[in-house]
């Protein structure tokens, strides 16, 4: 049985959940986003934003270089193994039933529009780097056990979660919309992505 010391000194995942949970939910919503243009009917106009490449590569670097963190425990949790086994497969699944209905499609949908990247790029790259950092700065200042930390933590998981669920919600429910203006879009992205990249810094 482990030590009043030793318990103290575990860092508790945010919300009681296993290790890797909220990097694989957070990773399940950012594909699909790109599930959903993929998928959007043939003929209508769809096309991934260029900030969700971004969130892709967060979460690409995140799955390249994290070994599962309970891998060296008795007891391995199902639902981190779960929830990557939906981004993959779920991922394998819908890149190839878009190439199966147009190879084209699949090809322009996953093209960021140029205007934006000539636009904002930069500024998407600064929210990145700059969440990322912050979110390392507060581990190494706090520590991994600290309660302060744990709580800046869980809050930046919670509200990357809730900002991630909400702009796909929006973006379909704007797609038949009349008023095609998304500027406000770019504005929501750089947060999402300051708070997501914040997020994966405290857990690098």
């Known amino acids: 049985m482990s030590s009043p010391a030793t318990l103290m000194d575990s860092p508790r995942p945010p919300f009681g959940l296993p290790p890797g949970s909220i990097r694989g939910m957070m990773s399940l919503l950012i594909c699909v986003f790109f599930w959903v243009v993929l998928l959007w009917p043939q003929g209508e106009p769809a096309r991934v934003v260029l900030a969700h490449f971004f969130l892709l590569g967060l979460v690409l670097m995140a799955f390249g270089s994290h070994p599962l963190e309970f891998d060296n425990r008795d007891s391995q949790p199902i639902l981190p193994w779960l929830l990557r086994i939906l981004f993959v497969g779920g991922s394998v699944a819908v890149v190839a039933y878009a190439w199966y ?3 084209h499609t699949l090809e322009e949908r996953l093209k960021p529009d140029a ?3 000539t636009g904002w790029w930069i500024p998407y790259l600064a929210c990145t780097f700059g ?3 912050i979110g390392l700065m507060l581990r190494f200042v706090f520590g991994r056990a600290n309660h302060i930390f744990r709580t800046l933590r869980a809050w930046l998981g919670m509200v ?11 973006v379909i429910a704007l ?3 009349q008023d095609k203006s998304m500027e406000w879009l770019h504005v929501w992205d750089c947060v999402e992505l300051a708070i ?3 997020y994966f810094g405290t857990r690098a």
């Open 101 to 103: 209905l147009n190879p």
């Open 196 to 198: 997501v990249s914040a």
């Open 131 to 133: 969440g990322f950092s």
């Open 115 to 117: 205007a934006e990247v």
């Open 160 to 170: 990357g979660m809730i900002m991630l669920s909400l702009e796909i919600v929006a």
């Open 175 to 177: 797609a038949s919309s």
